[in-house]
């Protein structure tokens, strides 16, 4: 078992759903953190059903092979939560660290005072935090549900968005 895993445990139950479209916990939560959106690095926002995940790692490679310090945030985790969160650095960038990432869910619970919010909502929060307090040159952020208004729809420095269809791709959010 992981360190961080009693805290996302605990995150799991500040909201009695999954999936709750807003951006008003987000951004409170944000807010009380010190607005660590507006430290973030460009942004390339990555936005669709399908092909997600692919689209990153190849503009991932691209400006890593230009010399580019490159963040990444993507979900679902195959294994390990820490799989979302990868801080960029010279030569190639690492997944976040246990210590690191267990202190920053702890800041955002913190700072969350057990208000509702849904554990995407947290956990995209404390991604922005590692993000602010360590330097890249861009920082490439994935979002599903064809980019309706959830937490990584937050920054407001986004610098290019891309948007992927495909000829499955749902024509209704799930849930709704």
């Not at 190639?92 to 005072?113: P, Y």
Request: with cysteine.
């Amino acid at each position: 078992m992981d360190q961080h895993d009693a805290i996302l445990s605990r995150l799991l139950t500040l909201h009695p759903k999954r999936i709750d479209l807003s951006l008003g916990r987000t951004e409170r939560l944000l807010a009380a953190l010190g607005r660590p959106e507006l430290r973030l690095p460009p942004i390339i926002h990555v936005a669709g059903t399908n092909g997600k995940g692919s689209t990153i790692a190849f503009l991932r490679a691209m400006l890593e092979a230009a010399g580019k310090r490159v963040h990444v945030y993507t979900s679902p985790h195959l294994l390990r939560f820490n799989e979302r969160i990868r801080l960029g650095a010279e030569g190639g960038g690492t997944l976040v660290d246990d210590e690191r990432l267990k202190t920053a869910l702890e800041r955002c619970e913190q700072a969350n005072a057990g208000q509702p919010i849904t554990f995407f909502e947290i956990t995209t929060a404390a991604a922005f935090l590692l993000f602010a307090e360590a330097p890249a040159d861009w920082l490439l952020l994935e979002t599903g549900l064809g980019g309706a208004p959830s937490s990584p729809r937050s920054p407001s420095t986004i610098w290019s968005s891309l948007a992927i269809r495909s000829k499955r791709s749902p024509m209704r959010r799930p849930g709704s």
